[in-house]
C-alpha cells in the first residue's frame, strides 16, 4: 500500500494517511481567489471588463464586504471560488447580499459549489430579508456536473424557485456584464431591474450555433440576445450602459429609490425645487400637437430626481421614479410624442410590471393621462391588445399605494382606466383647466355617430358649418368644469398650483387602509 497523501478527489483508504493542508497551499488557494490569472486579466482588459472583485468595490461601500465560500471546489484545478463570489456587505449603509460570477473562471459557469453558494445567499435573503445585487457575468452551467447541480432538490432550480418568493419582498438587482445563457438566463428575468452592458452583455435560451443547429437559424448573438436588443425590442432588460461602471452607478441610484424590505417606506431626501415652473405653455392645446412629457417631469418633480425606467422600450409610456419634496414617487405618463402617446401592448405591459413593483415596495403613485386610448387594428389585436390591456387595468385596481391621477390634456376611452381614472378610485383624480374627458376624441365621435348625415351634405361650407357646430356641441358635453360639477374629477387645478396639489394629495394619503379582499389571489391576463 503506499503512503503517499491522498491526491484530490481520492477516496479514503484504510490504514492511508489523512491530506492535511499546509499554511502554504492554503495561502495560494486564497490568493487564487483574490486576482485573475493573467490569461484572464488579458481577456478582461480586451472586453473592456472589471474583475469581479472591482466590481464588487465599486458597488459596496468601502471596506463593508464579508465573503462566504471563498474556498469553494479549493481542491479543484484551477477553479477559484468556483467561479462566483458571495457575501454582504452596505450600500449607503444599507445592508445588501450580492452574487458576483468570475467570468475568469470557466467562463462564470456554474458547477455544484457554485450552485450551492447561490441557494445560500437566497435563502440568507428569505430569512433576514435583505435585498440582492446579482452581478452576472456567466456561460451557463457546466455539462460535466450536471447530474450534481441540475435535477435535484438543491439544484439550480431551488435559485429561480427562492427568486420568486423574494419577489415583492426585498430588491433584486442585475447587472449584466457578459453572457447569461440558457437557464442561467432566467437570473436576470426575475429581478426587478436588469441593466444591461451594450455589446459585452446578453441572454439567451440557445446560443447563435445551437439555433443553427436545431431550428436552421443563422444569427448574431447580438441579434438574438444582445444587450441593446433586449432594452430596445423584448423588454428583457431595463437599461442600457455603456460600461461595468456606468451599470454599477445605475444599480446604486435605483437602489436609493426603494426601502430595504416591503415593510419599510422608501428612503427620504432633503427637498429641492423643481428645475423649471410648470406653465401653461407646456402642454399644446390642440389633441393631436405631439410635446415630450419629460418636460412636465422636470417641471414637477424635485431637479434632477427622475430615474426613468426602460426608457428605450415603448417609449410612448414613460415610466420611473422621482422624488416630490424629497419624498419618493412612481411616475405613469403618456407620451404624446411618440406614437401620440397611443397605449401598445409593450406599454401596457410595461406599466402593469411598474405598477406591481411600486405597490409592492410602498411607493406612492402619480399618474400623467395625456392619452388618445388604446391602439387599434387588426396587427395589435392579433399580438394581444384586449389582454395586455386588461393586465395594466388589473395592475391599476390591484394598487393599494397613495395614488393621484392626473389628466394632463385628455383621457379618451379605455385609456381613461388605464391611467387610473376616477372608477377606480385614485386618493385623487384632478385635471389641469384644458383637460378633457370621454369615450373618444371629437373628430372620431363626430365620424362614428354623423357620418352618413356629412356626407349627404354636398355643399363644402355647408358641411363644415354643421361639422363644426357637432364639435362645440360635444366638447360642451365634456367641459372639464361640468365634469367636475358632476363630481367626476375631484379639482381642476392651474399648472402652477400642481405640484403643490400633488403633494398635498399623497401626503394626506398616507394613512389610508392597504388591506385587501379576503381571497387567495386574483387570476391576471396573461
Not at 400637437?289 to 417641471?299: K, N, P, Q, S
Given at each position: 500500500?503506499?503512503?503517499?497523501?491522498?491526491?484530490?478527489?481520492?477516496?479514503?483508504?484504510?490504514?492511508?494517511?489523512?491530506?492535511?493542508?499546509?499554511?502554504?497551499?492554503?495561502?495560494?488557494?486564497?490568493e487564487?481567489?483574490?486576482?485573475?490569472?493573467?490569461?484572464?486579466?488579458?481577456?478582461?482588459?480586451?472586453q473592456?471588463?472589471?474583475?469581479?472583485?472591482?466590481?464588487?468595490?465599486?458597488?459596496?461601500?468601502?471596506?463593508?464586504?464579508?465573503?462566504?465560500?471563498q474556498?469553494?471546489?479549493?481542491?479543484?484545478?484551477?477553479?477559484?471560488?468556483?467561479?462566483?463570489?458571495?457575501?454582504?456587505?452596505?450600500?449607503?449603509?444599507?445592508?445588501?447580499?450580492?452574487?458576483?460570477?468570475?467570468?475568469t473562471?470557466?467562463?462564470?459557469?456554474?458547477?455544484?459549489?457554485?450552485?450551492?453558494?447561490?441557494?445560500?445567499?437566497?435563502?440568507?435573503?428569505?430569512?433576514?430579508?435583505?435585498?440582492?445585487?446579482?452581478?452576472?457575468?456567466?456561460?451557463?452551467?457546466?455539462?460535466?456536473?450536471?447530474?450534481?447541480?441540475?435535477?435535484?432538490?438543491?439544484?439550480?432550480?431551488?435559485?429561480?424557485?427562492?427568486?420568486?418568493?423574494?419577489?415583492?419582498?426585498?430588491?433584486?438587482?442585475?447587472?449584466?456584464?457578459?453572457?447569461?445563457?440558457?437557464?442561467?438566463?432566467?437570473?436576470?428575468?426575475?429581478?426587478?431591474l436588469?441593466?444591461?452592458?451594450?455589446?459585452?452583455?446578453?441572454?439567451?435560451?440557445?446560443?447563435?450555433?445551437?439555433?443553427e443547429?436545431?431550428?436552421?437559424?443563422?444569427?448574431?448573438?447580438?441579434?438574438m440576445?444582445?444587450?441593446?436588443?433586449?432594452?430596445?425590442?423584448?423588454?428583457?432588460?431595463?437599461?442600457?450602459?455603456?460600461?461595468?461602471?456606468?451599470?454599477?452607478?445605475?444599480?446604486?441610484?435605483?437602489?436609493?429609490?426603494?426601502?430595504?424590505?416591503?415593510?419599510?417606506?422608501?428612503?427620504?431626501?432633503?427637498?429641492?425645487?423643481?428645475?423649471?415652473?410648470?406653465?401653461?405653455?407646456?402642454?399644446?392645446?390642440?389633441?393631436?400637437?405631439?410635446?415630450?412629457?419629460?418636460?412636465?417631469?422636470?417641471?414637477?418633480?424635485?431637479?434632477d430626481?427622475?430615474?426613468?425606467v426602460?426608457?428605450?422600450?415603448?417609449?410612448?409610456?414613460?415610466?420611473?421614479?422621482?422624488?416630490?419634496?424629497?419624498?419618493?414617487?412612481?411616475?405613469?405618463?403618456?407620451?404624446?410624442?411618440?406614437?401620440?402617446?397611443?397605449?401598445?401592448?409593450?406599454?401596457?405591459?410595461?406599466?402593469?410590471?411598474?405598477?406591481?413593483?411600486?405597490?409592492?415596495?410602498?411607493?406612492?403613485?402619480?399618474?400623467?393621462?395625456?392619452?388618445?386610448?388604446?391602439?387599434?387594428?387588426?396587427?395589435?389585436?392579433?399580438?394581444?391588445?384586449?389582454r395586455?390591456?386588461?393586465?395594466?387595468?388589473?395592475?391599476?385596481?390591484?394598487?393599494?399605494?397613495?395614488?393621484?391621477?392626473?389628466?394632463v390634456?385628455?383621457?379618451?376611452?379605455?385609456?381613461?382606466?388605464?391611467?387610473?381614472?376616477?372608477?377606480f378610485?385614485?386618493?385623487?383624480?384632478i385635471?389641469?383647466?384644458?383637460?378633457?374627458?370621454?369615450?373618444?376624441?371629437?373628430?372620431?365621435?363626430?365620424?362614428?355617430?354623423?357620418?352618413?348625415?356629412?356626407?349627404?351634405?354636398?355643399?363644402?361650407?355647408?358641411?363644415?358649418?354643421?361639422?363644426?357646430?357637432?364639435?362645440?356641441?360635444?366638447?360642451?358635453?365634456?367641459?372639464?368644469?361640468?365634469?367636475?360639477?358632476?363630481?367626476?374629477?375631484?379639482?381642476?387645478?392651474?399648472?402652477?398650483?400642481?405640484?403643490?396639489?400633488?403633494?398635498?394629495?399623497?401626503?394626506?394619503?398616507?394613512?389610508?387602509?392597504?388591506?385587501?379582499?379576503?381571497?387567495?389571489?386574483?387570476?391576471?391576463?396573461?
Amino acid at each position: 500500500m503506499s503512503d503517499q497523501p491522498l491526491g484530490p478527489g481520492e477516496p479514503v483508504r484504510p490504514g492511508a494517511p489523512v491530506r492535511t493542508s499546509g499554511a502554504r497551499e492554503l495561502a495560494a488557494a486564497r490568493e487564487a481567489t483574490l486576482r485573475p490569472t493573467e490569461k484572464g486579466a488579458a481577456k478582461l482588459a480586451d472586453q473592456n471588463k472589471l474583475y469581479v472583485r472591482e466590481r464588487i468595490a465599486l458597488l459596496v461601500d468601502e471596506g463593508t464586504f464579508v465573503e462566504d465560500g471563498q474556498l469553494a471546489n479549493a481542491l479543484a484545478d484551477a477553479l477559484p471560488a468556483d467561479g462566483v463570489v458571495t457575501g454582504r456587505g452596505l450600500v449607503d449603509g444599507r445592508p445588501v447580499l450580492v452574487v458576483a460570477n468570475d467570468p475568469t473562471v470557466k467562463a462564470g459557469s456554474w458547477g455544484a459549489r457554485t450552485v450551492e453558494k447561490i441557494v445560500r445567499v437566497t435563502e440568507v435573503a428569505l430569512r433576514d430579508e435583505l435585498p440582492i445585487f446579482w452581478l452576472v457575468d456567466s456561460a451557463g452551467a457546466r455539462i460535466t456536473d450536471q447530474v450534481e447541480l441540475f435535477p435535484g432538490r438543491r439544484g439550480a432550480g431551488r435559485i429561480f424557485a427562492n427568486q420568486v418568493a423574494l419577489s415583492g419582498k426585498v430588491a433584486q438587482i442585475c447587472c449584466l456584464f457578459g453572457p447569461s445563457a440558457a437557464g442561467g438566463a432566467y437570473i436576470p428575468s426575475f429581478c426587478d431591474l436588469v441593466i444591461m452592458v451594450e455589446a459585452n452583455a446578453s441572454m439567451y435560451l440557445g446560443s447563435p450555433r445551437m439555433a443553427e443547429m436545431v431550428v436552421g437559424e443563422k444569427v448574431s448573438l447580438q441579434e438574438m440576445g444582445g444587450a441593446r436588443m433586449h432594452t430596445t425590442v423584448s423588454g428583457c432588460g431595463d437599461l442600457l450602459a455603456a460600461d461595468d461602471e456606468e451599470a454599477i452607478e445605475l444599480a446604486r441610484e435605483y437602489f436609493s429609490y426603494l426601502p430595504a424590505t416591503w415593510r419599510d417606506r422608501p428612503p427620504e431626501f432633503d427637498a429641492r425645487p423643481p428645475a423649471r415652473p410648470f406653465t401653461a405653455d407646456l402642454v399644446p392645446a390642440q389633441d393631436s400637437a405631439g410635446y415630450d412629457m419629460h418636460a412636465l417631469l422636470d417641471a414637477l418633480l424635485d431637479a434632477d430626481s427622475f430615474f426613468e425606467v426602460k426608457p428605450l422600450y415603448a417609449a410612448e409610456l414613460i415610466v420611473g421614479f422621482g422624488r416630490l419634496e424629497g419624498q419618493v414617487v412612481g411616475i405613469v405618463a403618456n407620451n404624446p410624442a411618440v406614437r401620440g402617446g397611443v397605449l401598445f401592448v409593450d406599454s401596457a405591459d410595461k406599466a402593469a410590471r411598474f405598477i406591481w413593483l411600486c405597490d409592492a415596495f410602498n411607493v406612492p403613485l402619480v399618474y400623467l393621462a395625456d392619452v388618445p386610448g388604446f391602439m387599434i387594428g387588426s396587427e395589435v389585436e392579433r399580438q394581444g391588445i384586449i389582454r395586455a390591456g386588461a393586465k395594466m387595468i388589473t395592475a391599476v385596481a390591484d394598487a393599494t399605494v397613495p395614488t393621484v391621477s392626473v389628466i394632463v390634456r385628455k383621457a379618451y376611452g379605455a385609456g381613461l382606466y388605464a391611467m387610473c381614472g376616477p372608477g377606480f378610485s385614485p386618493d385623487a383624480c384632478i385635471a389641469l383647466p384644458t383637460a378633457k374627458i370621454a369615450v373618444m376624441g371629437p373628430e372620431a365621435a363626430i365620424n362614428a355617430v354623423y357620418y352618413n348625415r356629412i356626407a349627404q351634405i354636398e355643399d363644402p361650407r355647408e358641411r363644415a358649418a354643421y361639422v363644426e357646430r357637432l364639435r362645440t356641441e360635444y366638447e360642451h358635453d365634456i367641459d372639464i368644469l361640468r365634469l367636475a360639477a358632476d363630481l367626476v374629477i375631484d379639482a381642476i387645478v392651474e399648472p402652477a398650483d400642481l405640484r403643490a396639489e400633488i403633494i398635498a394629495r399623497l401626503a394626506a394619503a398616507q394613512t389610508k387602509d392597504r388591506r385587501t379582499p379576503d381571497k387567495r389571489r386574483g387570476v391576471p391576463p396573461m
